[in-house]
């Protein structure tokens, strides 16, 4: 039960990475902008965090930093495919081409760094109860707060005017434009608060989920991210479900290890990449079921001009 409760700890701790990064391309999705460079943000964001909390001393201070990282990349982004109409895909490859390779030449001078020592977060009472406790309510704030995230952006997306204007956009922004909606200030918008998250993500990495930085630590979690918001087709509640099962995913080879299952660590290790490869093509087979749910306007440039 002990071992149980470990896993599903594990479980929500990794997934919650997974939920943030994708929460944010989500919200670039629901504009109608497809961003492929949240690894290279999340690496630079992950390098932004672990500097400043060396620094600062500041967990919060470094979370902080991963945002604004993630948002001025992110910012960047959206200047050169909403004004400047380059290519969505392109334009994202090379971000996150550019991330990598920056975070490994910037990042060097932080490798032998140490962060302060943690401090443990228990849920008073709650996180006292048997098997409930260790498995729920001892994590760090983070985690709950991504659980929070995920109901605040129900309630925007459906239940607000801006939520219903920014899935317009995404829908069809020639009517939200002839209605007079600044359609390319709202997908900058939803733009930077997607790089924002997805810097939150990459922070949370480097500064709470593993304290260190190592060149490309993110380890293709922006890539998982990307395959999450498609398979939980656009739906928040369906994204933070996903990233719990690819957590539980990721986790599961060192719980096999621990529990000393004779299984080459190579297939462990590629066990979350593979649930990846499997998802998207059980996904594919029913593409009607994913044209109903996509924006329709998603990956497509828009020129108010015309």
Sequence with gaps: MESTALLI????????????????????????IVNLGAEGMMLCAALAGFATVVHTGSTVAGLGAGMLAGALLAALFGVLVIWLNTNQYATGLALSL??????????????????PEQMRFAVPVLSDIPFVGPALFRHHPM?????ALVLGLIWFLWRTRAGLVLRSVGESPE???ALGYPVRRIRLMAVMAGGALCG?????????YTPLWVEGMIAGKGWIAL???TFATWRPARVLLGAYLFGGVTMLQFHLQGMGVNVPSQFLTMMPYVATIVVLVLISRNPTWIRINMPASIGKPFYPGA
Excluded at 12 to 32: H, P
């Design 9 to 32: 700890a594990a479980s929500l701790n990794a997934g919650t990475v997974l939920a943030i990064a994708s929460l944010g391309l989500l919200i670039n999705e629901k504009a109608g």
């Design 98 to 115: 550019f991330g990598a390779g920056f975070s490994a030449f910037a990042g060097t001078a932080y490798v032998q760094e140490k962060l």
């Design 143 to 147: 985690v709950y707060v991504c659980v």
């Design 175 to 177: 009517s939200a434009h």
């Design 200 to 208: 939150l993500a990459g922070a949370y990495v480097s500064t709470v």
């Design 227 to 229: 395959a999450l918001t």
